[in-house]
């Protein structure tokens, strides 16, 4: 191995090959732990899951997909817009 080679510089950084690929899935398992830090409440406090819908143009047609879903009867409990896309969260009404 050359010193001038990539792989040498991270083979002295690593002892073993084993040490790299575990190193690399700490690695991701942090970014995926990090992505979940960011997202939506997967139930309400009183045990009814939510669900994203995303959409573009108004909030009418997010509120559609969910009256769909939920067979009208649903509770809004987020809305947000980034860029012309909207995005509606909601849970169906208990039934």
Do not use: I
């Not at 191995?1 to 991270?10: A, L």
């Not at 398992?29 to 309400?44: D, V």
């Amino acid at each position: 191995m050359k010193c001038s080679d990539p792989s040498y510089f991270f083979a002295s950084l690593l002892p073993s090959r084993t040490a790299a690929v575990t190193a690399g899935l700490a690695l991701c398992l942090c970014g995926a732990l990090a992505a979940c830090g960011s997202s939506a409440p997967l139930f309400l406090s009183d045990g009814r899951p939510t669900t994203q819908v995303q959409c573009t143009g108004t909030f009418a047609s997010c509120e559609q997909q969910a009256s769909v879903h939920c067979n009208g009867a649903f509770q809004t409990v987020n809305r947000s817009s980034d860029s012309g896309m909207l995005t509606l969260l909601y849970a169906c009404q208990k039934k």
